[in-house]
């Protein structure tokens, strides 16, 4: 029987709907649509997939604002069977260094754990940093781009993953922490009747700083080992935008003009 | 001020990652500008005819380790090394190319050290206190962030790959020899196997056409275009997904950055993870079945209609 498999999850805005502000150098994330980081949803997948052959507990946790509740209540009508929300407003402008430290906290404090999966990267920050950090600061082991796990004996898994050119083999002994390929699998719809009661009946765990031993100064922009100074815009290059339309025989005519032009 | 820089060179069996030169180069002008000192980090099994020459891209100094469990990138036994090397001589600096092996290298070593690391910057340099300010690209490449170093040793940073040129501007480089003297008991990770097929380096194509979901993940019409196109080919990230085609060959912010003269995108919506990947194509041609899907927007030629009725008819008179 497999011991608890936790899931690291973060909300993301949907990257086409954010606007920059090129006069305020700000950007305005209120008019997007928020949704799981997708490659969460693949390693919350993965851990389902786990779950489902070999047994253990899934434990979905995130670190965000209040708000972020009915995405873990959407992990949880997934298949997961318990959720954390680590909440305090110390922590917001943490970068990935706070940020890893928070999470490894908070998987202590679960504890009990044989694999911790979390997504490849984040579609906002986009740093991959996180995975490893967790890692680290928990002093174990950990595979990065992994796009499949099986466990061959208690205690030791093989994990596939992504290398230039191909991939590899990897044995790895739990506990560990892999980071999961976007797109590696095909995230699980959440059961209607689950979804339901994950809504109106489960109780997700809120913890706040102090309930993971951590001052104020260790997180946040205090803890950050980074700034970010400011903001500047970089322009897509400019382009024709030049529509063909027409008859396929039409189209092809025209594109075989201009790519001869080309030459 | 007298920085010293590291630059971790990147190799898999002894083959060099080009992209780790690059930074060498930049480095070296970073270092130039400040008289800071720049060294190559090497590590591998019987990498050291290596070595010298990494002193023509920019390092004035090269350490090498060798030990044959660092033929091939392997976390634990890097994260060790390094680890070490770093405590005994206390680099300012440490950079390696966005590589997964370079972000998952120090994406460890920066929580080991209690320090800042920049990701994946397309443009460094050093400000007047010895801080290490990046430029980190978000949101499909449309803004910067100006990041800054503010705590711990070494300021770490990955570089985004193929922004820095490779440039053999200087003389050979001073090498040191360390014996890794590892144990592979002490290790939790072991490979037991590695599949790898030929693959080539789009970064450099001059032509590419890129297949979208849109081909249905078919890649025989794409390949006859790209054949009469003496194109490579590409894809956008669902098909890389379903396995169509390698990552290798994926486009956009988790892929590759195309640099091509042109680049024909077929059935690819234009979502912000893909064409961050076409920004420095110098001509873009689409083929798409919506007439106003974002793609429009990064195209400078935008054919309207079912590329299943259009490529055969374009392959005909390409031939003609």
């Given amino acids: ?263 | 001020m007298a920085l010293n820089m590291w630059v971790f060179i990147e190799q898999d069996e002894g083959v060099i990652e080009e992209s780790s030169l690059g930074i060498l180069s930049k480095a070296r002008e970073v270092a130039e500008e400040g008289g800071g000192h720049v060294t190559g980090v090497l590590l591998g099994s019987n990498v050291a005819g290596e070595a010298p020459r990494l002193g023509r891209y920019g390092a004035h100094r090269v350490i090498v380790v060798d030990d044959p469990l660092l033929a091939y990138y392997h976390s634990e036994a890097y994260t060790r090394v390094m680890e070490g090397l770093i405590r005994e001589r206390n680099p300012d600096i440490l950079l390696a190319s966005a590589t997964r092996n370079g972000r998952d290298l120090l994406g460890r070593l920066a929580v080991v050290f209690n320090t800042g690391l920049q990701a994946h910057v397309i443009h460094f340099e050093v400000d007047g206190e010895g801080s290490l300010v990046g430029h980190v690209p978000g949101f499909g490449g449309n803004i910067v962030a100006v990041v800054k170093n503010v705590k711990g040793r070494p300021q770490m940073a990955t570089v985004a790959l193929g922004v820095f040129r490779a440039q053999e501007l200087w003389g050979e480089a001073e090498v040191e020899v360390l014996r890794g003297r590892l144990d592979p008991s002490k290790f939790k990770v072991r490979r037991v196997e590695v599949v790898r097929r030929e693959t080539i380096d789009i970064s450099k194509s001059k032509r590419v056409v890129v297949a979208g979901m849109g081909t249905g993940g078919d890649l025989k019409l794409v390949g006859e275009l790209a054949k009469i196109l003496g194109a490579d080919i590409g894809v956008t990230r669902p098909l890389a997904d379903i396995g169509v085609a390698p990552r290798d060959l994926q486009i956009g912010s988790t892929g590759v950055s195309l640099k091509a003269d042109l680049a024909v995108v077929l059935g690819a919506s234009g979502a912000p993870h893909f064409v961050s990947g076409i920004r420095d194509v110098k001509t873009v041609i689409a083929i798409n079945k919506d007439p106003e899907a974002p793609m429009l927007e990064y195209s400078d030629y935008y054919a309207v209609g079912d590329l299943f009725e259009i490529i055969p008819k374009l392959i005909e008179k390409l031939k003609g």
């Fill in chain 1, 1 to 263: 029987m497999m011991r608890n498999i936790i899931v690291t999850m973060k909300v993301t805005p949907k990257p086409e709907e954010i606007v920059f502000d090129s006069v305020t150098k700000t950007i305005d994330r209120s008019k997007a649509t928020n949704e799981i980081n997708p490659a969460d949803k693949n390693a919350l997948e993965a851990a389902l997939q786990i779950k489902d052959k070999y047994g253990g507990k899934v434990i979905v946790v995130s670190m965000g604002p209040p708000f972020w509740e009915p995405f873990l209540k959407l992990a949880i009508a997934m298949g997961a069977d318990d959720a954390v929300l680590i909440s305090d407003r110390a922590l917001a402008g943490s970068d990935t260094l706070p940020t890893s430290l928070t999470l490894a906290r908070a998987i202590s404090k679960i504890g009990d754990f044989d694999i911790i999966l979390t997504g490849e990267e984040s579609s906002d920050g986009g740093t991959g940093q996180v995975p490893p950090g967790i890692a680290a600061w928990l002093g174990i082991p950990h595979v990065t781009y992994v796009s499949q796990i099986e466990i061959v004996e208690k205690g030791r898994a093989r994990v596939r993953r992504t290398i230039k050119g191909g991939y590899e083999i990897l044995e790895v002994e739990t506990p560990f922490l892999a980071s999961i390929e976007l797109g590696c699998n095909t995230p699980r719809f959440p059961d209607f009747r689950r979804k339901r009661w994950a809504e109106r009946e489960f109780k997700l765990k809120v913890w706040t700083l102090a309930d993971l031993g951590l001052n104020p100064e260790e997180v946040g922009f205090k803890g950050s080992a980074t700034t970010v100074e400011s903001l500047l815009e970089r322009k897509p290059p400019e382009r024709l935008k030049r529509k063909i339309i027409g008859s396929p025989e039409d189209i092809a005519e025209e594109l075989a003009r201009i790519l001869r032009s080309l030459t």
